[in-house]
């Protein structure tokens, strides 16, 4: 079965670095693609970083552009969240996520509901 497990998550202060690790396993991780969405309690999980099955293409959000940088690697089966600069408000549960149904191209996706399947989350608190 597909499973997704982050980690990396951690307390950090301001201006400080983490990088979150997502491990898939169950499909072939090659083929599709990814996405982080971090989730505050009482906010909606909102959208972070996505990246194209190939590696080629990825896409942020506006709150974290030239902060954080997506990767992956298809040899391990991984995709990292590297996240510069942190702020307090960055503090959030980290999800990964995998789109395994069609997909066209090096289509990346930053809505929740275009994904199938999510990891338990990793909690990243940034202090002031």
């Known amino acids: 079965q597909v499973q997704l497990v982050e980690s990396g998550g951690g307390l950090v202060q301001a201006g400080g670095s983490l990088r979150l690790s997502c491990a898939a396993s169950?499909?072939?991780?090659?083929?599709?693609?990814m996405g982080w969405f971090r989730q505050s309690p009482g906010k909606e999980r909102e959208f972070v970083a996505a990246?194209?099955?190939?590696?080629?293409?990825?896409y942020y959000a506006d709150s974290v552009k030239g902060r954080f940088t997506i990767s992956r690697d298809s040899a391990k089966n991984t995709v990292w969240l590297q996240m510069n600069s942190l702020k307090p408000e960055d503090t959030a549960a980290y999800y990964c996520?995998?789109?395994?149904?069609?997909?066209?191209?090096?289509?990346?996706?930053?809505?929740?509901?275009?994904?199938?399947?999510w990891g338990r989350g990793t909690q990243v608190t940034v202090s002031s």
């Open positions: 990246i194209s099955w190939s590696g080629d293409r990825n």
């Open positions: 169950g499909y072939t991780f090659s083929r599709y693609p």
């Open positions: 996520a995998a789109r395994l149904r069609g997909n066209t191209g090096s289509s990346i996706y930053a809505r929740s509901d275009e994904y199938d399947y």
